[in-house]
């Protein structure tokens, strides 16, 4: 049966607070900076990570350890 649209997938609500969103965009950001500026390795997209995290509010990670840095709903 699948879940209600109410309950959602578990791996994908909300799990990320505000400072920890905040710092993984700024982290998300900086990384993929240094595709076009720095070093210029393409080891810079790795940021993509961080920054799509703190966008969505969401980790899957966290949610496989069962984290959680944002107030409860």
Known sequence: MAPSSKE??????TNVG????LG???LGIVL????FV???TPWGWIGL?????G??????LYSLL????????
Do not use: S, W
């Not at 966008?55 to 899957?60: E, G, I, K, V």
């Open 8 to 13: 959602g997938i578990a791996m994908f609500k």
């Open 18 to 21: 505000t400072l920890d969103r």
């Open 24 to 26: 993984r965009i700024v």
């Open 32 to 35: 993929i900076a240094l595709v």
């Open 38 to 40: 720095g070093p210029k």
């Open 49 to 53: 990570v961080p920054l799509m995290t």
């Open 55 to 60: 966008l969505l509010r969401t980790c899957p």
């Open 66 to 73: 069962g984290i959680r840095t944002c107030k409860a709903e």
